[in-house]
């Protein structure tokens, strides 16, 4: 019966002080409680409820909140989440989400110990604007990378959320990656004479990556906000990885010649493949 229309109900520790307020049906139901409680403890708890006339279906798995908490832990760098479920009357089983250090901890977790490359953590703020009749704001990035022989795994996130499809960010990273591989490649003569350059398939191949943005405007591809498609986003990304990867592979030159050698493989392994199936 408590689902029979949408409530909801918070609870906030602040100040020494507990506030209580309910909401129906998207209005205040009743006075803002406050109560002294001493202390130093602060936080907010909701609780809520579904509208039966809006929501068809209400019985959401256990296995969508342990995604969501778990990818939230990953730019929420030392939070605490915790789920408890539920499972009887009165049982509860009980999950802890933490990345003490955010995407570089989660970016360890994929690798499990089968990094070609030592990982690389990146992070930079700019300010800039889509379209010149748009208003201006700023975009916080922050990038961590390792290459692999055995794992590949792109993740975006912005403003907290997963973007399953990536957009700006994703165009951004295939982007600098190709253009600063292929152009180290040429230098260095890698390339076999009349050799077709390399595709984002042959570094996304062994390539780990955990991007997380956040900006003051976003402009979302569709309703189901699995992408961003903010040009400034893209381009402002674009430029700190490709000035960021050259310094990189200036610095490292181990590092870098076993990411040549690894694209190349992976290049050329792509077109025996699609030649064998021609």
Not at 109 to 132: K, V
Not at 165 to 182: E, L, Q, Y
């Amino acid at each position: 019966t408590q689902y029979a229309s949408e409530w909801m109900e918070v609870t906030v520790w602040r100040d020494g002080h507990r506030y209580d307020l309910r909401f129906e049906q998207g209005e205040p139901a009743g006075e803002l409680r406050e109560q002294p409680e001493g202390g130093r403890r602060t936080g907010t708890r909701t609780k809520w409820g579904p509208d039966l006339a809006v929501f068809t279906e209400i019985d959401i798995p256990s296995a969508y909140f342990h995604d969501v908490l778990g990818r939230q832990s990953v730019v929420n760098a030392g939070l605490r989440f915790l789920f408890r479920d539920e499972v009887a009357p009165g049982r509860f089983e009980t999950a802890e989400y933490l990345c003490e250090n955010g995407i570089t901890d989660h970016l360890q977790e994929l690798l499990d110990g089968s990094a070609l490359t030592a990982p690389r953590h990146l992070q930079a703020e700019r300010q800039g604007r889509d379209r010149a009749d748009k208003p201006a704001y700023s975009v916080r990035m922050e990038i961590a990378f390792a290459f692999s022989a055995q794992v590949q795994a792109l993740e975006y996130y912005h403003n907290s959320s997963y973007l399953e499809h990536g957009g700006s960010p994703d165009k951004a990273v295939r982007s600098a990656f190709v253009s600063a591989i292929d152009a180290h490649l040429k230098v260095a003569g890698k390339y076999n004479k009349n050799e077709s350059k390399i595709s984002f398939a042959d570094v996304a191949d062994c390539l780990v990556l955990i991007s997380s943005s956040h900006s003051t405007e976003t402009s979302y591809e569709n309703q189901t906000k699995k992408a961003i498609n903010n040009k400034f986003i893209a381009e402002a990304m674009t430029a700190f990885l490709k000035e960021s990867l050259e310094v990189y592979f200036l610095e490292n030159t181990a590092d870098r010649d076993r990411i040549l050698e690894q694209v190349l493989v992976n290049k050329r392994s792509r077109e025996q493949a699609e030649k064998a199936r021609i």
